[in-house]
C-alpha cells in the first residue's frame, strides 16, 4: 500500500506474513497498526542465497505458514492413530457414548442396553446376545458430541477403531487449529507452531484423542469458535480503519465521528464462532460457559476498536453499533444450533420424554408440544447433573487440576509373567493414564502467572484473550466441588495452556532487536524446556497406550502418590 492513498479492507487485511523468530509482539506506532497489527515481511534471504529471486523466495517463505502447522498436525495424527484400537474393548466412560452414538445411528435417540457395563465389542455387536431396545433412554447429555462419534461407527462399525476415530481425527484437527489460532494471535508462525506441539505432545490431549468421550469434542468446538473470533476481531477492525480519514503524510489517523459513528459491516466469521459454541453446548453444557465469557470478550474488543479509532463514547459507539450485531450473531445462533442437533429426537416417537407435553395444558400451552417437552427433559438433566455425588476413586477438586494432583485411571490390567507380552519376573502394568504432560502442566502455571501480568499491567489484549479462554473452561467448575467431578475435563482448556506457554517462551526468547547474546540465552532456555518437555511426553507414553512394561518401570512413572 502506498503512503498517500486511503487504506481499503483488502490491503489491511493483507496479514499472511509471519513475524520473525520468537516475538511474541511489539508496539504498534500507527493507528492502523494498532487496530490491526500486520505480520511483518517474511524472512527471504535464506530463500534467495539458494537461487530463489526475490518473488518466488517471499512465495516459499509465506506458504511456511501452512507448511509449518500441517507437518505439526502430521506428527500429532501420527502418534494419535498409532495403534488406535487398543485396548480392544471399552474404556472407561465409553461404556456410555460409544453404545449412546450406535443407538443414535440406528433409532435417532438413545435407546436402552440391557447391560451398561458389559465392554466386550464383539458382544455388543452380536444383537442376539445383547440386543438394543428402542425404549428411550435418559441420557446426562446432549447428541452432539455422539453423533460425532457415530460417524467413526457408521465408517468403521461398533469397535474400538470405529467409536474413537472421530476423536483421534478431532485431536488431530485441533492442532492443526492451534497452530493457526496461535500464528493469528502471536503474529507469529514460530509461536503458533510452537503452541501446536505442546498440544500435539500433551499427555491428557493425547489420551482423550484416543477416547471416544465427549470432552475433547467440546475442546474441539471451542477452539474453533475461537479462532473464529479472532478472525472476526480482524476483519472488523480492518473495516474500521479503512474508514478512517488519512492525513497528509500517509498515515490512518484517529477520528471521533467515524470511530463513533461507523459501521463495522456484516459479521460473517462471529455467526461462525456462534454455531460452533451452539455445537459445543450441545455436546456438553460447559460449553455454556465458553459461549458467556465469549460474548463479554468480544464487546471488550469492539470497545478497544473504537477507542484506538479515537471515539469520543467508545461503549456508547459499541452499545449503538456492535452489540446488537454481537449478540444476534453468538447467543441466538448458539440457540438455534442446539435445537437442530436434536433433530433426531424431535423427528422420534421413542426418544425419553419425547411426548411429555402432548396432553398437557397450562399458561405455557402456546409453545409448540415438542419444545417443552424438550424443556422438562432437560430440566431433569440439569437436576440430575447438579446432585450428582456419587463418590468415585478417581474424583478430583478444580483446586489440584493444573498441578496434576489426582489424574483419571481408564484402564488399568496386571498381566502375570508369560501373559500378554509380560517377560519380567516381578509382574506387569498395563496401564491408560489420563495425566497431562507435567513438564507442560507445571511450566503453564507458570506462564499463567506471567500471563496475568502482561494482561493487568501492560493491558495485552493477547493474554486477556487467553486467560478469559482458560477462566471459562476451569473457573465455573469451582460452582460445582460438592459433585463428582474429574480432572480429564480440564482438556477443554489445554489448548490454551499451550498458548500461554508460548506466549511466555517468545518473551523468553527476546525481541528482535535484542543482542546476539541475549537471543542465544533465551534459545538456549527456550530450546531446553521444550526438549523436556517432549521427553517427559515420551517417558510416560506407555501408560499413556497401555503399553505392558515391567510392574517397576510402572511404579517410578508414579511421582505423586495420588496419581495411584
Same mark, same amino acid.
Given at each position: ?114 447391560? @451398561?457395563?458389559? $465392554?466386550?465389542?464383539? =458382544?455388543?455387536? &452380536?444383537?442376539? !446376545?445383547? /440386543?438394543?431396545? #428402542? *425404549? +428411550? ?101 480492518? @473495516?474500521?480503519? $479503512?474508514?478512517?480519514? =488519512?492525513?497528509? &503524510?500517509?498515515? !490512518?489517523? /484517529?477520528?471521533? #465521528? *467515524? +470511530? ?305
Amino acid at each position: 500500500m502506498l503512503h498517500g492513498s486511503r487504506p481499503t479492507t483488502a490491503s489491511l487485511e493483507r496479514i499472511d506474513r509471519p513475524r520473525p523468530f520468537g516475538h511474541a509482539g511489539r508496539p504498534p506506532s500507527d493507528v492502523r497498526e494498532r487496530l490491526v497489527p500486520p505480520f511483518p515481511e517474511p524472512g527471504t534471504r535464506i530463500w534467495e542465497r539458494v537461487g530463489l529471486g526475490p518473488e518466488p523466495a517471499y512465495r516459499v517463505a509465506s506458504a511456511m505458514g501452512w507448511l509449518g502447522p500441517l507437518l505439526v498436525a502430521l506428527l500429532a495424527g501420527t502418534i494419535r492413530f498409532w495403534r488406535l484400537g487398543q485396548p480392544h474393548e471399552l474404556a472407561f466412560d465409553e461404556t456410555y457414548y460409544a453404545k449412546d452414538a450406535w443407538s443414535l445411528l440406528r433409532l435417532g435417540y438413545e435407546g436402552t442396553w440391557p447391560d @451398561r457395563k458389559v $465392554a466386550d465389542p464383539q =458382544v455388543l455387536a &452380536d444383537p442376539q !446376545v445383547v /440386543p438394543l431396545s #428402542d *425404549t +428411550g433412554s435418559f441420557v446426562a447429555h446432549p447428541p452432539t458430541g455422539k453423533w460425532v462419534i457415530a460417524v467413526g461407527e457408521w465408517m468403521f462399525g461398533l469397535e474400538p477403531f470405529g467409536w474413537r476415530f472421530m476423536t483421534a481425527l478431532l485431536g488431530t484437527l485441533s492442532v492443526l487449529m492451534l497452530c493457526r489460532v496461535g500464528r493469528r494471535l502471536f503474529r507469529s508462525t514460530f509461536l503458533g507452531c510452537l503452541a501446536g506441539t505442546l498440544l500435539a505432545v500433551d499427555g491428557l490431549h493425547y489420551v482423550m484423542s484416543r477416547t471416544a468421550l465427549l470432552d475433547l469434542i467440546v475442546m474441539f468446538f471451542v477452539l474453533a469458535a475461537f479462532g473464529c473470533l479472532l478472525l472476526d476481531r480482524d476483519h472488523a477492525r480492518a @473495516r474500521l480503519a $479503512a474508514a478512517l480519514p =488519512v492525513s497528509p &503524510d500517509g498515515h !490512518v489517523r /484517529p477520528d471521533g #465521528d *467515524t +470511530g463513533d459513528h461507523a459501521g463495522t459491516g456484516g459479521r460473517p466469521w462471529r455467526i461462525a464462532a456462534g454455531v460452533c459454541l451452539g455445537l459445543a453446548a450441545s455436546t456438553k453444557w460447559n460449553g455454556l460457559y465458553f459461549l458467556a465469557f465469549f460474548m463479554v470478550l468480544t464487546v471488550l474488543w469492539d470497545v478497544g476498536a473504537r477507542r484506538v479509532a479515537g471515539a469520543r463514547h467508545p461503549y456508547r459507539a459499541v452499545l449503538r453499533k456492535d452489540v446488537g450485531r454481537s449478540v444476534l450473531s453468538l447467543a441466538p445462533v448458539a440457540v438455534v444450533t442446539y435445537l437442530v442437533t436434536w433433530t433426531g429426537w424431535f423427528l422420534s416417537d421413542g426418544g425419553y420424554g419425547r411426548h411429555w407435553a402432548d396432553d398437557r395444558g397450562g399458561l405455557w400451552s402456546w409453545i409448540p408440544a415438542p419444545l417443552r417437552s424438550l424443556w422438562h427433559y432437560e430440566w431433569a438433566v440439569y437436576r440430575f447433573n447438579v446432585g450428582l455425588e456419587t463418590s468415585h476413586k478417581y474424583e478430583s477438586n478444580p483446586w489440584s487440576w493444573l498441578v496434576l494432583g489426582r489424574p483419571v485411571l481408564f484402564s488399568y490390567h496386571s498381566p502375570e509373567p508369560g501373559e500378554a507380552g509380560c517377560h519380567a519376573l516381578t509382574g506387569c502394568s498395563r496401564a491408560i493414564l489420563a495425566l497431562g504432560t507435567p513438564m507442560l502442566w507445571w511450566t503453564a502455571c507458570c506462564a499463567l502467572g506471567y500471563l496475568l501480568f502482561r494482561w493487568a499491567l501492560r493491558r495485552d489484549w493477547r493474554a486477556g484473550a487467553v486467560l478469559c479462554a482458560v477462566a471459562a473452561g476451569y473457573l465455573p467448575w469451582f460452582l460445582y466441588q460438592d459433585r463428582t467431578i474429574f480432572a480429564f475435563y480440564a482438556v477443554v482448556f489445554v489448548p490454551y495452556l499451550c498458548l500461554a506457554v508460548a506466549m511466555a517462551l517468545g518473551a523468553l526468547l527476546g525481541p528482535p532487536g535484542a543482542g546476539a547474546d541475549r537471543r542465544n540465552r533465551g534459545a538456549v532456555a527456550v530450546g531446553t524446556l521444550v526438549l523436556l518437555i517432549v521427553w517427559n511426553f515420551i517417558y510416560f507414553f506407555p501408560i499413556y497406550t497401555g503399553r505392558t512394561i515391567p510392574y517397576p518401570e510402572w511404579q517410578t512413572r508414579m511421582w505423586l502418590d495420588t496419581w495411584i
